[in-house]
Every structure is written in C-alpha cells, then in structure tokens.
Nanobody, 121 residues
Framework: QVQLVESGGGLVQPGGSLRLSCAAS????????MGWYHQAPGKQRELVAA???????NYADSVKGRFTISRDNAKNTVYLQMNSLKPEDTAVYYC???????????????WGQGTQVTVSS
C-alpha cells in the first residue's frame, strides 16, 4: 500500500505565495509521473502541473509562469511552488503519483487526501 500526504495549503492574499508538498510512503519500487490537480466547488478536477521521473514538466495554461513543479526522487516527494496567486486559484489541491510497488506489478495511480488553498483578501 502507498500513502500520499500533502501539506502547505492555507489562506493567502491575492499576489501571495504558497508551497505545497506531497510525500509518498509505503511499498514503493519506483515512481513515474507525479502531479498536482485542483478542484473548485462545482467543477471537475483539473490538472495543474505534472513532472516525470526525468524532470520533464507540463503546466495548465492558467498557471504557466506563476507555478513551478519540482520533485525530490530520493524523498519520493513532489512540490508545487505557487506565486502571484489569484482568487481563481482557490480550490482543493490533490497530488497524485504513478507508483510501481514491485517490479512484477503494474503502475498504479495513487491520490492524496487534498489540501485547501484559499486566495482572498
């Protein structure tokens, strides 16, 4: 079993910054892509940013130039640095990871429990 634990959410004023962290633990052989999604009330969950094990990144157009995704493979941790935050960034942010638990098992997608980010004055 694998657990993803997120931290770093909270309340911030427009223009402010937050850094989210997500640490994976449990039976892990390797982790392929990791990513962050967000879900606002009444809306579908959407991709914010993703990063491969080799460091290639992908961002939603709405966050390009403001958010940066990174990962520490030795710690099985992914980060999301969010700058110049806007009220429309308000949502629950979820991390996910494509985990290979053992060499004989297929890759499986795990989700964190979510962390609230609220951007408001």
């Amino acid at each position: 079993q694998v657990q993803l634990v997120e931290s770093g959410g909270g309340l911030v004023q427009p223009g402010g910054s937050l850094r989210l962290s997500c640490a994976a633990s449990g039976t892990i052989f390797s982790i392929d892509a990791m990513g962050w999604y967000h879900q606002a009330p009444g809306k579908q969950r959407e991709l914010v940013a993703a990063i491969t094990s080799g460091g290639n990144t992908n961002y939603a157009d709405s966050v390009k130039g403001r958010f940066t995704i990174s990962r520490d493979n030795a710690k099985n941790t992914v980060y999301l640095q969010m700058n110049s935050l806007k009220p429309e960034d308000t949502a629950v942010y979820y991390c996910n990871a494509m985990v290979v638990s053992t060499p004989s098992r297929p890759t499986y997608r795990y989700w964190g429990q979510g962390t609230q980010v609220t951007v408001s004055s």
